[in-house]
C-alpha cells in the first residue's frame, strides 16, 4: 500500500506500533505504521495534499496518544479518549482480520 494514499482503511504490515487517526471527507479511519516518523509523514502530507483531518497518533506499546498539530496548533477537536477508541477499534480489526 502506498502510504499516502488514504483510501485503503487497513494497513497490516509485521508489527504495527503507531496507528494515526484521521478523517476524511467526515468518515474517520485508521491506518497503522512500524515507525513513528512515517505515522507523523502520513498526517502531515494527508493533511497538505489529500484534505484529511488528522486526530493523531497512538502508540500500541505505551497506550499515549499524541493528538496532531500542523505548524503548532491543533487542527481538529478529537480529544485523546476519542482518538484512543478508534484507534482500538483499528487494531481489533486489524487482528481479526489477520486471524
Request: proline letters at 5%; glycine letters at 8%; aromatic letters at 16%.
Given at each position: 500500500?502506498?502510504t499516502?494514499?488514504?483510501?485503503?482503511?487497513?494497513?497490516?504490515?509485521?508489527?504495527?506500533?503507531?496507528?494515526?487517526?484521521?478523517a476524511?471527507?467526515?468518515?474517520?479511519?485508521?491506518?497503522?505504521?512500524?515507525?513513528?516518523?512515517?505515522?507523523?509523514?502520513?498526517?502531515?502530507w494527508?493533511?497538505?495534499?489529500?484534505?484529511l483531518?488528522?486526530?493523531?497518533?497512538?502508540?500500541?506499546?505505551?497506550?499515549e496518544?499524541w493528538?496532531?498539530?500542523?505548524?503548532?496548533?491543533?487542527?481538529?477537536?478529537?480529544?485523546?479518549?476519542?482518538?484512543?477508541?478508534i484507534?482500538?477499534?483499528?487494531?481489533?480489526?486489524?487482528?481479526?482480520?489477520?486471524?
Open positions: 500500500m502506498n499516502r494514499n488514504p483510501t485503503t482503511p487497513f494497513y497490516v504490515y509485521g508489527v504495527m506500533r503507531y496507528i494515526v487517526v484521521f476524511q471527507q467526515e468518515i474517520g479511519y485508521a491506518v497503522g505504521f512500524d515507525d513513528s516518523s512515517d505515522a507523523a509523514d502520513f498526517l502531515y494527508g493533511y497538505e495534499e489529500y484534505d483531518v488528522p486526530y493523531g497518533t497512538f502508540d500500541v506499546l505505551t497506550g496518544v493528538p496532531y498539530e500542523h505548524r503548532g496548533e491543533r487542527v481538529a477537536e478529537l480529544d485523546e479518549p476519542g482518538i484512543r477508541k484507534a482500538l477499534d483499528y487494531l481489533k480489526s486489524a487482528i481479526r482480520q489477520r486471524t
